[in-house]
């Protein structure tokens, strides 16, 4: 790669790929893959991953949005999308994309079902989704059964499938309740079956539970964060790799005097002469005000550089006293050097975070396998 001479996040298809190869490699033959590319394929790029999960055999796409579904329907991708969270405006866009719809309660299932038979559609493919304990979406083992007798009485939706998500799957102190959660998402989906007369696929296992509830895995896996490089597990994320890098450059150096100080508020003080770097880059971008403070850093020329004062909008500054470096060189932000969860923790947060949160101002650079 050249150097950057700008702020990019750099998609490393490559990883994704190693990625989708090791998780897949986890799971069994028979056992379907699910890839869920919310959020921009969680802040990456959702076209570009979904075309590449695609080519590599991804036998189900899942997006949190309607709108997320119809952007990747326009850029040509013919893969079965899920819409976990879908809201009543969005039926009829559902519907004309071919999306699949989470049909999460009675309200949200019943709306569907009238305007499927309003548009004459047969066995349109739903998906029916199951509160075991996260207490976020989804029918009951209590209420259930009121949808299941709505089912039973049209033919306009068929349910492709019956899913669940665990609270917790990547904490070892909650395995108890995940193994409930797991046993009573069984339960229900068995006695769904014996009623509806046909066979739904059936999931509950995210990234981390792939790792650690194997025997879990049922029809099919949902993967999103793995896609990406992370497991919530040190030593699963050893074999994985990140996808995205996030990369700047020196705008500018200045020569503090001691007593000088730095940015808004004068956050940052120098007891000593300081060369400070500015980067093209900030809260706006998804660098947040946490990471300041000399709490993060990032790399130049392979030494880390910490971000002092305060985060402002566009713009962070770096301590680069100790560092060989001149303007127009290139910085790493995370990925290469820097692990993104080390980053994500030094701000107070998680990958998830950090990587969903690098705003769509920031230029994306495919970088082919
Ligand atoms: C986001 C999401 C996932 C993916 O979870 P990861 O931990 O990123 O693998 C799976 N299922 C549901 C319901 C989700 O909302």
């Given at each position: 790669m050249p150097k950057a001479q700008e702020t990019l996040l750099e998609i490393d298809l490559g990883a994704l790929a190693h990625n989708y190869k090791t998780i897949r490699s986890r799971i069994g033959a028979d056992v379907k893959f699910m890839a869920v590319i919310k959020a921009y394929a969680y802040g990456n790029d959702s076209v570009a991953i979904a075309k590449k999960l695609e080519e590599l055999g991804a036998d189900y796409f899942a997006v949190a949005y309607t709108e997320e579904g119809v952007r990747l329907r326009e850029a040509g991708i013919t893969t079965p999308i899920l819409i976990l969270h879908p809201q009543i405006p969005g039926f009829e866009r559902i519907i004309e994309h071919c999306l699949e719809p989470s049909l999460y309660s009675d309200r949200i299932l019943k709306e569907f079902i009238n305007l499927a038979e309003e548009k004459k559609q047969k066995d349109y493919p739903v998906h029916l989704k199951f509160?075991?304990?996260?207490?976020?979406?989804g029918f009951t083992e209590e209420n259930y059964k009121a949808a299941v007798e709505r089912l039973s009485n049209?033919?306009?939706?068929?349910?492709a499938s019956a899913f669940s998500h665990l609270a917790?799957?990547?904490d070892w102190k909650e395995r108890e309740f995940s193994l409930r959660q797991i046993n009573t998402f069984r339960n229900i989906a068995y006695s769904l079956a014996e009623k509806l007369e046909y066979e739904p696929l059936l999931h509950i296992c995210n990234t981390s539970a792939i790792f650690n509830?194997?025997?879990?895995?049922?029809n099919m896996v949902r993967t999103g964060i793995g896609l990406y490089g992370f497991s919530n597990d040190e030593n699963i994320d050893k074999d994985l790799k990140p996808v995205g890098t996030l990369k700047s450059v020196i705008s500018q150096i200045q020569e503090l005097k001691e007593g000088d100080t730095v940015g808004y508020n004068r956050e940052f003080k120098a007891v000593q002469p300081t060369r400070s770097a500015t980067l093209p880059l900030g809260h706006a971008d998804?660098?947040?005000?946490?990471?300041?403070k000399s709490n993060a850093g990032v790399f130049v020329n392979g030494q880390y550089a910490p971000i002092i004062g305060n985060v402002c909008m566009d713009i962070i500054m770096i301590d680069v006293t100790d560092i060989d470096c001149e303007e127009g060189d290139e910085v790493i932000i995370?990925?290469?050097?820097?692990?993104p969860v080390k980053f994500a923790e030094a701000g107070g947060t998680i990958s998830y975070e950090l990587i969903t949160g690098i705003s769509q101002r920031v230029k994306r650079v495919i970088i082919p396998e």
């Open positions: 509160n075991t304990g996260m207490n976020r979406l049209t033919n306009s939706v068929k349910v917790a799957s990547e509830y194997p025997e879990a895995a049922f998804g660098i947040d005000r946490k990471y300041g995370f990925g290469g050097p820097q692990h």
